[in-house]
């Protein structure tokens, strides 16, 4: 499994648009990126998955650059609603033992 | 709906008492797992299974035991708790597939060993 390096936390105003970064410099060939988001006293919840370039979904973007040593997801136009913890994942695809490490907490400020 | 619930979602009780935890999804889902998640530390994977009958242990098994006799239960046994023990705890579920691995996960299960 390869390790993820992501912010401790990020703060951000209503509206804005958030981009969180995670590093993953020893990514496999055969890895795809997830990202899981967790509210407080809840199970986290699938957001979006990739493995380059970039993907879409009603929820978020993912940007996956060609060395994909790196990705970035991207939340448009946050609400207070979105304040949670983002986890960046990076396994084979169809692995299950999921490595969620610490998380980004991020704190959306009215 | 599809879900996965777990029971009880709040517990407390002494060490060494023995306990259980149940997990049911029904998504007709091969694969199940059990989390732990402490403060600082993140969701560490605690056991596995891939199908019926078939476990294997995640990254903390220690001090826990599981069973998969049928397909959507996947209950987590804790022989004789400890204060270390003490976590929120959640069972997940996901079809095996070659493509993706979207989990699905419980509600949690708060648990507080004396």
């Not at chain 1, 370039?53 to 009603?58: A, G, M, P, Q």
């Not at chain 2, 599809?2 to 149940?22: E, S």
């Not at chain 2, 989390?35 to 242990?57: A, F």
Request: net charge positive.
């Amino acid at each position: 499994l390869a390790k993820t390096t992501q912010p401790i936390s990020m703060d951000s105003y209503e509206g804005q648009e958030v981009n969180i970064t995670c590093s993953h410099n020893n990514i496999a060939t055969n890895d795809y990126i997830t990202w899981y988001q967790q509210f407080p006293s809840q199970g986290p919840r699938f957001i979006i998955q990739g493995y380059k370039t970039k993907v879409t979904n009603e929820v978020a973007s993912l940007f996956i650059p060609a060395d994909r040593k790196s990705s970035t997801l991207s939340l448009p136009r946050v609400s207070l609603s979105d304040t949670a913890v983002y986890y960046c994942l990076v396994g084979e695809a169809g692995a299950n033992n999921l490595f969620f490490g610490t998380g980004t907490r991020l704190t959306v400020i009215p | 709906e599809a879900q996965v619930t777990q029971n009880p979602r709040y517990l407390i009780t002494v060490t060494g008492k023995k306990l259980t935890v149940t997990c049911s999804q029904n998504m007709n889902h091969e694969y199940m797992s059990w989390y732990r998640q402490d403060p600082g530390l993140g969701l560490r994977q605690i056991y596995y299974s891939m199908n019926v009958e078939v476990t294997d242990k995640g990254d903390v098994p220690e001090g826990y035991k599981v069973s998969r006799k049928e397909k959507r239960n996947f209950p987590l046994i804790l022989e004789s708790p400890s204060p270390n023990q003490t976590s929120l705890y959640f069972c997940a579920s996901s079809k095996q597939s070659t493509i993706y691995n979207e989990q699905f996960f419980g509600p949690g299960t708060r648990l507080t060993v004396l």
